[in-house]
């Protein structure tokens, strides 16, 4: 995804070409390739430390002062609205499940959601969401 270090206010331009895309911010800063592949929707959300939130990033639940109830979740668009889902698996169990809550700005601050990364840039990340185990942010 695009930088999500960038305020909402920030402008952005992008250019779409029929193998490449690309974008700048601002007016002066330059323009940067991306993959087409890897441009996010924007969920006009904002983490609880004012970064913008993407489709396809990966947060944290800090809520919890205990570290090991901290717990990755991928944003994902799916039946009109964005939801956060994290796969979990126990133990002493073979199978996972995955908890879905839809994504909102109540559900950021309960969780105290934070942006770690993004499923294209942080492949590790991305499986620890999707295979269950500890997030290594």
Same mark, same amino acid.
């Given at each position: +995804?695009?930088?999500?270090?960038?305020?909402?206010d920030?402008?952005?331009?992008?250019? /779409?070409?029929?193998?490449?895309?690309?974008?700048?911010?601002?007016?002066?800063?330059?323009?940067?390739?991306?993959?087409?592949?890897?441009?996010?929707?924007?969920?006009?959300?904002?983490?609880?430390?004012?970064n913008?939130?993407?489709e396809?990033?990966?947060?944290?639940s800090?809520?919890?002062?205990?570290?090991?109830?901290?717990? +990755?979740?991928?944003?994902?668009?799916k039946? #009109?609205? /964005? +939801?956060?889902?994290?796969?979990?698996?126990?133990?002493?169990?073979?199978?996972?499940?995955?908890?879905?809550?839809?994504l +909102?700005?109540?559900?950021?601050?309960?969780?105290?959601?934070?942006?770690?990364?993004?499923?294209?840039? /942080?492949?590790?990340?991305?499986?620890?969401?999707t #295979? #269950?185990?500890?997030?290594?942010?």
């Amino acid at each position: +995804c695009i930088d999500n270090s960038r305020g909402k206010d920030e402008p952005m331009s992008v250019i /779409f070409e029929p193998d490449s895309s690309f974008y700048a911010k601002g007016e002066t800063e330059g323009w940067y390739q991306v993959h087409p592949e890897t441009i996010c929707q924007s969920t006009e959300l904002t983490d609880i430390k004012g970064n913008l939130i993407f489709e396809g990033d990966i947060l944290e639940s800090r809520a919890s002062e205990n570290k090991a109830d901290w717990k +990755c979740w991928l944003v994902e668009y799916k039946d #009109g609205g /964005f +939801c956060i889902l994290c796969k979990t698996s126990k133990k002493h169990r073979k199978r996972s499940s995955v908890e879905v809550w839809q994504l +909102c700005a109540d559900e950021i601050e309960l969780l105290g959601l934070v942006i770690v990364g993004n499923k294209f840039d /942080f492949p590790i990340l991305f499986k620890s969401v999707t #295979g #269950g185990t500890e997030c290594k942010s």
